[in-house]
């Protein structure tokens, strides 16, 4: 298929906000279309509404495109898809959630500012993001994103992920949509895309055997069903 007839493919950015982190899957994508990949400051806390605005600031207005939202963004790409911006042809979300996707961390919220964000990659981050996928170049990988974020940063948006639910934006949702789940996430569980699935039955899931770090861990199957998706929507 000629790669003019597919949509571009809008990348937003994890927790670390950076570009770091989608390599793999950009490499793994080999210019099979084109990509826009979005990142947010890394040293002003910024709520949910104001990387919102920052990521529709990039979207392409001349041409049709797909938003992947990862994580962090899933919230911010459901958000920017309930407007039915005139451009958009599809939606895929990674390893995300409409709401707090642990709410049973709710009455700790006060503890976010207590939080050693800047030591947490040493930590406990590396085997809680890719468990017994992880190599020493994708720690390697993860260590250089979380050290380009100011720590403030951090913690201004772990308190948005507790406080955030896009549930009403997610039922304005009606482009096509696929959902990446990871069988090995210990960071969202999977009540988080049932959450999804229930409020939405059209989201298609596709399950990867892969840690919370999906497209970093197994790239080439990401790339594959993400590029089964663009070409779903072949816009020729």
Wanted: aromatic share 6%; proline share 9%.
């Amino acid at each position: 298929m000629d790669r003019s007839n597919l949509p571009t493919l809008v990348l937003l950015p994890g927790m670390d906000g950076t570009s770091e982190l989608f390599k793999p899957f950009v490499s793994a994508l080999d210019h099979a279309c084109d990509i826009v990949v979005v990142t947010y400051p890394c040293d002003i806390p910024l709520s949910y509404d104001e990387l919102e605005a920052i990521a529709r600031a990039s979207l392409p207005t001349d041409r049709p495109f797909v938003l992947l939202g990862e994580s962090f963004s899933g919230p911010i790409a459901i958000a920017l898809t309930a407007l039915h911006l005139p451009q958009q042809v599809g939606l895929v979300l990674c390893c995300t959630f409409i709401s707090n996707p642990r709410p049973l961390f709710n009455p700790l919220r006060f503890l976010v500012n207590l939080l050693p964000m800047s030591a947490v990659p040493a930590g406990w981050l590396s085997p809680l993001l890719l468990g017994r996928f992880s190599t020493a170049a994708l720690r390697t990988s993860l260590s250089r994103a979380i050290n380009q974020v100011n720590p403030s940063v951090m913690r201004e948006r772990l308190r948005s992920v507790l406080e955030v639910d896009v549930s009403t934006q997610l039922a304005q949702v009606n482009v096509p949509t696929v959902y990446l789940r990871a069988t090995d996430d210990r960071v969202v569980p999977k009540t988080a895309s049932e959450r999804i699935a229930r409020l939405k039955p059209q989201v298609q899931m596709i399950d990867l055997k892969a840690p919370h770090c999906l497209l970093q861990a197994v790239p080439d199957e990401a790339a594959r069903q993400v590029m089964e998706f663009l070409r779903a929507t072949d816009t020729s």
